[in-house]
């Protein structure tokens, strides 16, 4: 391990983070509140640790960097954004704890939602607006913003390029890892920019179209509201915050080739994509016809207007709320949480364990199916035309038993601690998952507030190994990774 280039980029990728801090910062001064100080103090302080990390790395270079260096990298990254991102919420008091701030800071660059905010109206707009902007900067990625803004990481950036993007097998845009890095981030600004300017025209002041749209597009939940986007109670607000969810669950590259590239089937040439929307539309008519039967709401109208919102919103692990589903009947419940474990696309800001991993593994049981039965036969996978190699399967497999692991062994943890069953399976899941609110005691109408503090800090892990899809957070654990 080489530790002067570990820091070099540390200190880089904190320096651009704090700087960010100048947002909320200038929505406190505006309001002439008394969270500049706090939100100032909270950016001096990232600025003056980049700066050390920045000498500490002085005579380095990212040209050769080496895997390892790169998981390591990745994972400390965002161990120190969410430290320093903390510090707001904590010297402000907006919460009482490091612990509450580091839960609700990991929170957000994670693109959870969590939250341990009772009362979130209670907090300045300053304090609010970087509580979100925080799920934005996380949403695409904080090494990939890094390669963005700063170029002469791309030397040494496929290795943290493929440590950070989700999914199996990161796609890029171009040869150059600067260039794809830019390109992403420009049809995420785009993207943000459109719904932004959208939930403005239909009646949002432009501080909760900004917040609610840094929610929607990194897929991660945080509302400047009490009441979420329920709050509204507006069709027109629901619908476009539903269809931008949908779009920021899918892989951002067929939103690049649509809009850069005008080719208009680049969605639905795309099998992963397919899959998504017909899970997303099964799982709406379904779960609409059990709440119709049950006759939960009055009307077909708002039953599927609901149910739209709630599955995008869950699948997607948005974590958006505008009906308390605790009240739906079991089997409805059931079903979300099925939609919790998949997740959004590859390549996209939402979490869980990734729609394509789900084909690739079907797939893969259908030809065992097809092998027993026809035992000398040879059958290849295909996916989007393309030969799925051996390798990339068994990373899945990997994947998936290590992503079980952890989530028993976080499961065990907290009912070792006094969580109940309910809470328990749901706190894991709706952490791990990146999703937000979960059952029990975390439902969407509850939250984080009340568990105690050993669980805070396990979930706060869980939400780091969720984002970073385990592999960049094990390696912080590996006694080879540090070894020179």
Known sequence: MRFNIVAKILGLIVGVVSLFMLWPLAWAYLDNSSEVGPIFSSMIIGIAISVILLFAGSNSTSADMRPREALAIVGLSWLSVSAIGALPFWLSGALPSYTDAF??????????????????????????????????????????????????????????????????????????????????????????????????????????????????????????????????????????????????????????????????????????????????????????????????????SKTIRYVSFQSVSIMTTTGFVTADYEQWPVYAQSLLLILMLIGGCAGSTGGGMKVVRLMILLKHVGIELKTLIHPRAHYSMRLNGKTVEWGIVLSILAFLSLYVIVFVIAFLLLTLMGVDLITAIAAVAATLGNIGPGLGNVGPMDNFANLTMPVKWILSFCMLFGRLELYPMMALFLPDTWKR
Do not use: C
């Open 103 to 300: 839960f609700e800071a990991v929170s957000g660059f994670t693109t959870t939602g969590s939250t341990v905010l009772t009362d979130i109206e209670a907090n300045g707009r300053g304090i609010l607006f970087w509580r979100s902007l925080t799920h934005w900067l996380g949403g695409m990625g904080i090494i990939v913003l890094g390669l963005a803004v700063l170029p002469f990481l791309g030397v040494g950036g496929r290795q943290l390029f493929r440590a950070e993007v989700p999914g199996p097998v990161p796609e890029k845009l171009t040869p150059r890892i600067h260039h794809t890095a830019l390109l992403l981030w420009g049809v995420y600004l785009f993207l943000s920019a459109l719904e932004a300017f959208l939930l403005y025209v239909g009646g949002l002041s432009p501080f909760e179209a900004l917040t609610h749209t840094f929610g929607t597009m990194a897929t991660g939940g945080f509302s400047p509201l009490n009441g979420s986007v329920g709050q509204y109670n507006s069709l027109y607000v629901d619908s476009v915050v539903t269809i931008f969810m949908f779009m920021a669950g899918a892989n951002f590259a067929l939103h690049y080739r649509l809009l850069a590239r005008r080719d208009l089937n680049a969605w639905w040439r795309d099998e992963e994509f397919r899959f998504y929307l017909i899970v997303i539309l099964g799982a709406i008519v379904t779960i609409s016809l059990i709440l119709f039967k049950n006759n939960i709401y009055d009307s077909v």
